[in-house]
T-cell receptor, first 118, second 114 residues
Framework: DQQVKQNSPSLSVQEGRISILNCDYTNSMFDYFLWYKKYPAEGPTFLIS?????DKNEDGRFTVFLNKSAKHLSLHIVPSQPGDSAVYFCAASAGEQFYGGATNKLIFGTGTLLAVQP | SAVISQKPSRDICQRGTSLTIQCQVD?????MFWYRQQPGQSLTLIATANQGSEATYESGFVIDKFPISRPNLTFSTLTVSNMSPEDSSIYLCSVAQGAYTEAFFGQGTRLTVV
């Protein structure tokens, strides 16, 4: 059972335009969400996170939106740059309540390959 | 952020053998995890490495196949035992300082079993 889903395996965007990557989850116990970028032959790089008490978090060109009622989050990148081309993973954690203790076990989505065309 | 070094970065191994992957962090961390990324798949948590005690394994992963050590707050090893071609994956070490904090990843170990 895939608890975190990214339904778009790939996305192509023109340089300078907005990239929107989507993620859906099923477990209502998730309360902390993260986005990672991954280049081939490298480990994932943390981009931005959001707690379930917020509906938006912004960091430079990256903004994450959380819709708890819809169990949906999205990552907006604007403006998109060719160097943003990578696989993007969303991840979710249930924090302490679900696991009964402090933890940061992450459940990852399937990833979206973003290609930013010059 | 923590700097995480994994060794080896890649290896090609014969089936039936074992490989131990090392994860070294440049600072003391509370939590260490091991993930696996099979070809074309997402990252899947194998286990939480607990300092001074047995690791906590996720469903589908067992200690006999993936023994883990964590002797201190900066170092852990994952062994892939009695390997088969199905174990060909990228294995990643991850660290975090607590719940509701970002997790950082090593560069991964690309394992090919032939």
């Amino acid at each position: 059972d895939q608890q975190v889903k990214q339904n778009s395996p790939s996305l192509s965007v023109q340089e300078g335009r907005i990239s929107i990557l989507n993620c859906d989850y099923t477990n209502s116990m998730f309360d902390y969400f993260l986005w990672y970028k991954k280049y081939p032959a490298e480990g994932p790089t943390f981009l931005i996170s959001i707690s379930s008490i917020k509906d938006k978090n912004e960091d430079g060109r990256f903004t994450v939106f959380l819709n708890k009622s819809a169990k949906h989050l999205s990552l907006h990148i604007v403006p998109s740059q060719p160097g943003d081309s990578a696989v993007y993973f969303c991840a979710a954690s249930a924090g302490e309540q679900f696991y009964g203790g402090a933890t940061n076990k992450l459940i990852f989505g399937t990833g979206t390959l973003l290609a930013v065309q010059p | 952020s923590a700097v995480i070094s994994q060794k080896p970065s890649r290896d090609i191994c014969q089936r039936g053998t074992s490989l131990t992957i090392q994860c070294q962090v440049d600072s003391q961390v509370t939590m260490m995890f091991w993930y696996r990324q099979q070809p074309g798949q997402s990252l899947t948590l194998i286990a939480t490495a607990n300092q001074g005690s047995e690791a906590t394994y996720e469903s589908g992963f067992v200690i006999d196949k993936f023994p883990i050590s964590r002797p201190n707050l900066t170092f852990s090893t994952l062994t892939v035992s009695n390997m088969s071609p199905e174990d060909s994956s990228i294995y990643l070490c991850s660290v975090a300082q607590g719940a509701y904090t970002e997790a950082f990843f090593g560069q991964g170990t690309r394992l090919t079993v032939v």
